[in-house]
């Protein structure tokens, strides 16, 4: 097992505990919410808002295990029909342009972020900066696990050879 591999399970391993602690952040927080507003009559005038932000975290976050768990849609029919020279061909292109558009995500986010700088959450009075700070750090998680399978299919082809 390479360094970029075992760097990348202790990443998407973190990520995943990560994700577990927010989704039940999540859970807990809406179902005070809702016992707040219905049974006591009164509002968590924050909670909302929290909530929101932690659905975002959530969906970036969970984009990086998805891919890391190679659980994104794909269509492979014509992928598993195809011989081992033209599947790693498709692996490394298909993790290219992949990487290209993390690159995208890291960039754009960047520059929303430094849009967002001097903007502060109604309710929780957080920077804004900080809540959409995960869209480029979840495309620069995206894209060291990117690095990792196209370091993978390339070394595998250079087996195959």
């Known amino acids: 097992m390479s360094t970029l591999t075992k760097i990348s399970d202790a990443i998407n391993d973190w990520i995943e505990r990560l994700l577990f602690g927010l989704g039940l952040t999540m859970a807990i927080l809406v179902a005070v919410q809702v016992f707040f507003r219905y049974v006591l009559n009164q509002s968590l005038f924050w909670s909302e808002e929290l909530a929101r932000y932690l659905l975002v975290w959530l969906t970036f ?20 029909r195809v ?29 929303f972020a430094f849009f967002v700088r001097l903007q502060i959450s109604p309710a929780l009075n957080l920077p804004k900066w900080l809540i959409v700070s995960i869209i480029p750090a979840s495309g620069l998680i995206l894209m060291f696990h990117g690095l990792t399978f196209l370091t993978a299919a390339l070394q595998r082809g250079d087996r195959d050879h």
């Open 61 to 80: 976050l969970g984009a990086s295990a998805a891919y890391y768990r190679k659980a994104n849609p794909g269509v492979d029919f014509l992928y598993a």
């Open 83 to 111: 011989g081992p020279r033209l599947r790693r061909t498709a692996d490394v292109l298909i993790h290219c342009v992949s990487m290209g558009l993390f690159a995208v995500m890291i960039v754009s986010g960047i520059k």
